[in-house]
């Protein structure tokens, strides 16, 4: 009888381990705000290759239509990581105390690299428009006023001495809606995110003037964490140590003169995801540093342009929300 008792406990004690070992290892579901652009390559990659999976994360894409509601939707939690364009709207959330930080690198234009691209319609191009001096007085696509496309018109006209003021700029809210007007030559230009520079040319309808990143070097997306992924530390470095093991990936085998064999299936995948032909993606990949580490001295730049032009209502150190400390820990853990 007593033998009975023993071997009944001792498989009561076995249920009870592998219950709580079940329950331990039961993944933590982690919303990520971002839009389908080709920016996103090493989070869809990630996704793919179930770097956040072996991370204990079931990661799962909320899709947006533009920047800014992004960055809204990370500091009030119905998102819990954001990956977009760094706006205005990040600025000012974060200046008034919003639960927002600026963790990791997403894209930065450099020279050389396809990231955004000032286009216009074919029409246009063939009558004439060859570079910003020809937009005087012209209308300019845009999603939001304060947002990257803003920032990066601004200092792309201030390099030929002109304003803001000598072109229109009209807000069109979605990025699909700028793509839109272009098409049906509403705008004579606009700034687009890849793969939509490419893509343009491929089916015909607008013209590449030039490429950002090859006049201005910029920190223009991020990855950004609510409170809840900054305050549960163990969870924000779980999550990076899976995006860095992507952003080298893709770093490695996409940003070289003759891009690797893993990079044709970073291309597939990306191009499924953002619904685009793999081979405007593969014209459209954007320089994303290799463990994620963003640009700082652009990120200053950028919040004194939105404070001299009253798009930010007070001032801002980049103290105040840019958090490294998730990049470091997932780089030192990872090796190098």
């Known amino acids: ?12 004690v076995a249920v009870l381990v592998l219950s709580g070992t079940v329950a331990a290892q039961a993944p933590v579901t982690v919303r990520v705000g971002t839009l389908k652009l080709v920016g996103g390559a090493p989070l869809f990659w990630a996704d793919e290759r179930g770097y956040f999976r072996q991370e204990g994360l079931d990661v799962r894409m909320v899709y947006f239509g533009a ?75 845009l999603t939001t006023l304060g947002s990257t496309f803003h920032y990066q018109i601004a200092k792309l006209l ?4 002109l304003a803001p003021q000598d072109v229109e700029l009209v807000p069109l ?16 230009a606009a700034i687009l995110s890849p793969p939509w520079g490419a893509v ?41 140590k899976a995006y860095v093991r992507a952003t080298r ?20 995948v990306t191009a499924r995801v953002v619904g685009a032909p793999e081979s405007a993606v593969r014209k459209s990949l954007p320089y994303i540093d290799r463990d994620a580490r963003l640009y700082l001295l652009d990120i200053e730049r ?3 342009w939105y404070l001299q ?20 820990e997932a780089v030192r853990q990872l090796g190098r």
């Open 249 to 268: 990936e893709y770093h490695d085998s996409c940003l070289r003169r003759s891009p690797g064999p893993l990079c044709e299936s970073i291309v597939r």
């Open 158 to 161: 201030e390099r030929e001495r």
């Open 67 to 141: 920047a800014a509601p992004v960055a809204t939707a990370t500091a009030t939690g119905d998102v819990e990581v954001g990956a977009t364009g760094i706006t205005g709207t990040l600025f000012n959330l974060a200046a008034g105390g919003g639960k927002i930080w600026l963790v990791a690198d997403r894209g930065q234009e450099r020279p050389g690299y396809p990231l955004n691209a000032v286009v216009v319609p074919r029409s246009s191009y063939e009558a004439g428009i060859r570079s910003l001096r020809d937009l005087r007085g012209k209308r300019v696509g």
């Open 1 to 12: 009888m007593r033998m009975r008792v023993v071997r009944y406990g001792a498989a009561l």
């Open 302 to 304: 950028q919040i004194a």
């Open 309 to 328: 032009n009253g798009m930010l209502q007070r001032p801002l150190s980049v103290q105040q929300f840019v958090d490294t400390s998730f990049v470091n």
């Open 200 to 240: 343009a040319e491929e089916e015909g309808w607008g013209k590449v003037l030039f490429y950002v990143g090859d006049r201005l070097v910029n920190q223009v997306t991020g990855v950004f964490y609510g409170d809840r992924m900054r305050q549960n530390r163990d969870l924000g470095v779980a999550f990076m």
């Open 173 to 188: 809210r979605d990025l699909s809606l700028v793509v839109q007007a272009l098409r049906a030559g509403q705008i004579a």
